[in-house]
T-cell receptor
């Protein structure tokens, strides 16, 4: 059974305090690794797709990396508006399904 | 920027009633999906749909569930006889191709009483 695990479950940072979120996966036939941001009561908002080990993508204060077993979302000098739940999802299978982790709830304080 | 839209945003229904959740995918997208998220839990895949057929469905997607693309713009999820455990946020998503990013709608919060 495909599994995606995210850690930590929750993270509290001071504004400007950089950190990393982890996503480890055990899936058969990984075709890609997606990162999304989810605000309370809203739908997942796309951030990045990574397709192969060694790939890196950046957007503003966020950088996503991928290895053969895990992905990291690095947040550099976060701001309060970065507070959200960050979801990773493994893209597998003939039906193009996403298997999500439980997310990391990030809170950035002034 | 094109986006996926869903209606209604909230729906309250009685156990045993039928509900239809509606989605308008991004206009040039060909692949459509339904996911659900029970409060406090992870987002779970329900079904994927391409070329007017179901491509894959999860164990959750039993005979009580069905999907349809009734016209060129809408994509619907029907739950025939709702149960208490169907209470969740239901998300529609679409992608241009099978390999590309899935874009999610804002969700429909379904409450079954």
């Amino acid at each position: 059974e495909d599994q995606v695990t995210q850690s930590p479950e929750a993270l509290r940072l001071q504004e400007g305090e950089s950190s990393s979120l982890n996503c480890s996966y055990t899936v058969s036939g990984l075709r890609g690794l997606f990162w999304y941001r989810q605000d309370p009561g809203k739908g997942p908002e796309f951030l990045f797709t990574l397709y192969s080990a060694g790939e890196e993508k950046e957007k503003e204060r966020l950088k996503a990396t991928l290895t053969k077993k895990e992905s990291f979302l690095h947040i550099t000098a976060p701001k309060p508006e970065d507070s959200a739940t960050y979801l990773c999802a493994a893209f597998t299978g003939g039906g193009n399904k996403l298997t999500f982790g439980t997310g990391t709830q990030l809170k950035v304080e002034l | 920027e094109p986006e996926v839209t869903q209606t209604p945003s909230h729906q309250v229904t009685q156990m045993g009633q039928e509900v239809i959740l509606r989605c308008v995918p991004i206009s040039n997208h060909l692949y459509f999906y339904w996911y659900r998220q029970i409060l406090g839990q992870k987002v779970e895949f329900l079904v994927s749909f391409y070329n007017n057929e179901i491509s894959e469905k999860s164990e959750i997607f039993d005979d009580q569930f069905s999907v349809e693309r009734p016209d060129g713009s809408n994509f619907t999820l029907k739950i025939r006889s709702t149960k208490l455990e169907d209470s969740a946020m239901y998300f529609c998503a679409s992608s241009a191709t099978g390999e590309e990013t899935q874009y999610f709608g804002p969700g429909t919060r379904l409450l079954v009483l």
